[in-house]
């Protein structure tokens, strides 16, 4: 039998599949890096904007 950790995660993971919230957090990434992008093009120096979490 699994252990009662395990369930839990698998059932935390298949709801935050369901809910799409992974999707949301690769996208703000990939938005954040390109914001990133941009700025250091406009300023012509790198930039590190604070992580979203």
């Given at each position: 039998?699994?252990?009662?950790?395990?369930?839990?995660?698998?059932?935390?993971?298949?709801?935050?599949?369901?809910?799409?919230?992974?999707?949301?957090?690769?996208?703000?990434?990939?938005?954040r890096a390109?914001?990133?992008?941009?700025?250091?093009?406009?300023?012509?120096?790198p930039v590190?904007?604070?992580?979203?979490?």
């Open positions: 039998m699994a252990s009662p950790t395990r369930v839990t995660e698998r059932i935390r993971k298949a709801k935050r599949t369901a809910n799409g919230q992974g999707r949301k957090r690769e996208q703000a990434a990939e938005q390109a914001a990133e992008k941009k700025l250091a093009a406009a300023l012509g120096e590190a904007l604070p992580t979203i979490r």
